[in-house]
């Protein structure tokens, strides 16, 4: 457990609420990270704007996450602009990449299906690819990076020396 996190806080309104707040505050950070990528690559290589604003972007969508989204991100000392330890920002990062791997898969895929796809089919692929990778990475930042104490399912355990074996519970019922 990453230290100085809480790990009591209830997940505000379910998941449901939780997931509309992904997708309005991730949809606006891509929104924006568009936005400025386009004009930080009118001074700088194209190459290095992009890969600029993707960790501006990925540690902005990790805090608004962790903060609103998920509200585990809280430090109990509330110190400094980040509130998410590494290794939330870390993990985050990796539900990124695994989302941009997905979304690259699915147009080489097109690509190699065939050689030149209309505009909308193109469109189509990679919206649907980005919208499953998106579900994907919700549920991997819900179920996994942000979860807290309460929100983590209890692993099941079978306690042979409690339990009685079926034969033995067979001859107390008869």
Known sequence: M???LRTDTPEPHGAFASFIRFVILGGGVGLASSAAV???ATFLPFALANALIAVVSTVLA???HAR???ASGR???GRGLLRCGLRHHLKSAGTAAAAYGVTTLAMLVLYACE???SLAVEQIVYLSASALAGIGRFLTLRLYVFAT?????APVTHDLHRSRPHRELLTIAS
């Open 2 to 4: 990453e230290r100085g």
């Open 38 to 40: 386009v004009l930080l």
């Open 62 to 64: 990790t805090e608004l």
């Open 68 to 70: 609103f989204t998920f």
């Open 75 to 77: 430090r109990r000392g």
């Open 115 to 117: 050689s030149a796809p």
């Open 149 to 153: 104490a309460r929100s983590r399912p």
